[in-house]
């Protein structure tokens, strides 16, 4: 995927502008403080334990963006959200990508994770893909209000598929829907200001 260059400046519903850029290999450190800051409800539920130095390092020191795009977006040279796009290349699911999007607390409900997914589908819209999935624990209400009005609707319960950093099991939702319905409802929100991913 091509990126040689990019970088975009937002602003975000209340005016604050926001840098969305690919993730670089020396973004460790910075990373690490993202994902070390947030709440611990916040990563309950994501897949890998981000505050892990070892763990961090992986993600940028095997960047491949034809595999996994990473954006990040900063604030005041912070970063204050992370979003992603998966996507297989080979196979009879190359057609179909996953994202995934961690915000800061102070910028939820700000639009800015509604920021990161534009970014993402647009890019996934540029690589040909007919699909999008979003995979929400069925405890993450907010998340999966939020997705929903991006366009996505629950395609399937997987139940007891996720176990939380404490052990428990949570039902894994999977939400999708195809890349130009979910276009086509970003677009229209663009004037509404809908709420963002990390309602």
């Known amino acids: 995927m091509h990126l040689e260059g990019f970088s975009e400046n ?3 519903r209340d005016g604050t502008r926001i840098l969305v850029r690919p993730m670089q290999p020396d973004d ?5 403080e993202f994902f070390r800051s947030l709440p611990v409800q916040d990563r309950l539920f994501l897949r890998e334990d981000v505050t892990r130095e070892d763990v961090i ?3 940028v020191q095997r960047l491949d963006y034809d595999r996994v795009l ?8 912070r970063i204050v959200g992370d979003g ?6 080979r196979g009879w699911a ?8 961690v915000v800061d607390p102070a910028f939820q409900r700000r639009g800015l994770g509604t920021a990161l ?16 999935v979003a995979q929400v624990v069925d405890n993450q209400v907010g998340a999966k209000r ?11 319960v997987l139940k007891g598929h996720v176990k939380d950093l404490s052990g428990a099991k949570r039902d894994l939702v999977v939400l999708a829907n195809d890349v130009s319905q979910i276009w086509e409802t970003m677009e229209s929100m663009v004037s509404d200001y809908s709420p963002s991913i990390g309602d």
């Open 10 to 12: 937002l602003a975000l």
């Open 28 to 32: 460790g450190p910075a990373l690490l």
């Open 57 to 59: 390092d992986r993600f």
């Open 70 to 77: 990473p954006l990040l977006a900063e604030y005041e040279g």
């Open 84 to 89: 992603t796009l998966h996507r297989s290349q």
């Open 94 to 101: 190359a057609h179909v990508g996953e994202i995934r999007i």
């Open 117 to 132: 997914a534009r970014q993402l589908v647009r890019f996934a819209t540029g690589a040909g893909l007919d699909k999008l």
């Open 146 to 156: 939020a997705f929903g009005k991006l366009g996505f609707y629950p395609e399937a």
